[in-house]
C-alpha cells in the first residue's frame, strides 16, 4: 500500500509538491480553526450558561455586567454591551444596537481564515489540471519522436502518468472543501448563541418587572 502511494506521487511529476503543500496548509488550517472554535464554544458556554443567564433572570444586572467583564470569552464582550447600555438607561434598540456592535467586533475572529480552505481546495484542483495538461504536452511531444510500433503504448502510459495530478489534485480539494463547510456550519451555530443570548437580554428588559429591578439593581451593592 506505502509502495503504491509513493509510486504515485513520483510519477505524478514535478506539480505534485505544490499540491501536497497545499493540502498541508489547508490540514494545518483546518486543525487550528477547530480547536479555536471549540475552545470558543467551551468558553461562551460557561460564561453565559453558569455566569450571566443566572443573573439577568435574577434581574442584578449590576452582578451580571461584572461576570461579563471578568470574562474573556466572545460571548461576554457582546453581553456586556448591552448590559453597559442597559444599566445607563437606554432605549431597547440602543441596547441591540450595542450588541450587534459587539458581534461585529467578534465575528472577524470568528471567521479568521475559515475562507482560505475554498481557495486552497480551488488551487489544488487547478494545480491538478496544470500539472496534467504540461504531462499531455509532453507525452505528444515525446510520442511523435517515438517507434511507430510503440507509440500506441507509450501514449497510453504517458497519458495514465499525466493523470495523477489531476487526481491528487481532487483527492486533495474535496476534503479541503468538506472541512469549509463543517467549519462554517461551527461558526454559524456560534453566532446564532449570539444572537439567542442577545434575545434571551432582551426578552428579560421588556418583561414588565424587570424595570424596577433595573433601577434597583445598585441597591445590594449599597447595602
Not at 91 to 111: F, H, N, Q, S, W
Not at 115 to 132: F, S
Not at 209 to 214: E, Q, T
Amino acid at each position: 500500500m506505502l509502495d503504491t502511494i509513493v509510486r504515485f506521487f513520483q510519477e505524478g511529476g514535478p506539480f505534485m509538491y505544490p499540491i501536497a503543500i497545499v493540502l498541508a496548509l489547508g490540514l494545518a488550517i483546518t486543525l487550528e480553526r477547530f480547536f479555536y472554535l471549540s475552545a470558543v464554544r467551551r468558553r461562551n458556554r460557561i460564561a453565559f450558561e453558569r455566569g450571566i443567564l443566572p443573573l439577568l433572570r435574577k434581574r442584578d444586572y449590576q452582578r451580571a455586567m461584572k461576570a461579563a467583564t471578568n470574562s474573556d470569552s466572545a460571548i461576554a464582550s457582546i453581553m456586556g454591551a448591552g448590559i453597559g447600555r442597559l444599566l445607563s438607561n437606554s432605549r431597547r434598540e440602543d441596547i441591540e444596537y450595542a450588541m450587534e456592535e459587539g458581534l461585529m467586533e467578534v465575528l472577524p475572529r470568528l471567521e479568521k481564515r475559515t475562507q482560505y480552505l475554498a481557495t486552497l481546495a480551488n488551487i489544488a484542483t487547478l494545480l491538478g489540471l496544470l500539472g496534467t495538461i504540461i504531462g499531455l504536452i509532453a507525452a505528444f511531444t515525446a510520442v511523435a519522436a517515438a517507434d511507430p510500433s510503440q507509440k500506441a503504448s507509450l501514449l497510453s502510459e504517458s497519458i495514465s502518468v499525466a493523470m495523477n495530478t489531476t487526481a491528487f489534485g481532487l483527492m486533495s480539494a474535496i476534503p479541503l472543501l468538506m472541512f469549509h463547510a463543517v467549519l462554517q456550519t461551527r461558526t454559524n451555530e456560534i453566532v446564532d448563541s449570539f444572537e439567542m443570548a442577545g434575545v434571551k437580554l432582551l426578552n428579560i428588559v421588556s418583561d414588565p418587572g424587570s424595570s424596577p429591578v433595573a433601577g434597583d439593581a445598585a441597591q445590594p451593592s449599597a447595602a
